[in-house]
């Protein structure tokens, strides 16, 4: 039997004793433990960078499905689900024109999902800082200036 073959032996019949003292260790000090790894990744951060882009380009379903999960709080299949229920925009009424075309809608503070939107309803609220007082001075300024022409 090779040392390599040992150890690993050794660690599949201790796991749990080890993994047990390497969290009492750590819990000693766990500042130290952050340091090393902040100077671990301070010292290989082009090899991780790269090990992690592909492990993206590989994995870009479960990128997605993270991403999903962490904007709106949603597995990907209710996202889809909300996605294609969708017909018309919530504000203005507009048809779709692809799956892409459809934007989920959400606070940014709760990450609750409000609804579907077109691209530019979404962007409009997003640029009104999704605040009813900056709509409602919005629509205040263009009834005031309806009709008036340069």
């Known amino acids: 039997m090779t040392r390599r073959e040992y150890a690993k032996a050794y ?24 340091a090393l790894a902040r100077a671990y990744h301070a010292a290989n951060k082009s090899q991780i960078s790269a090990q992690n882009k592909a492990w993206r ?10 991403t999903v ?17 969708a017909k018309v ?28 939107l077109c691209e530019k309803c979404n962007l409009g609220i ?5 605040d009813p007082n900056t709509v409602a001075s919005a629509l205040r300024y263009l009834l005031k200036h309806k009709g008036a022409s340069k």
């Open 126 to 130: 997003g640029c009104l800082m999704d």
């Open 89 to 116: 925009c919530e504000i203005c009424g507009g048809s779709f024109r692809s799956s892409k075309a459809k934007h989920l809608d959400h606070d940014h503070t709760t990450k609750k999902t409000r609804g579907v």
């Open 69 to 85: 999960w962490g904007r709106y709080g949603l597995s990907l299949a209710e996202y889809e689900a909300l996605k294609s229920a």
């Open 57 to 66: 380009k590989a994995n870009p379903e479960r990128c997605h499905a993270h």
């Open 11 to 34: 660690y599949e019949a201790n796991k749990d004793r080890i993994k047990a003292a390497e969290r009492a260790r750590y819990l000693k000090d766990p500042e130290r433990k952050k």
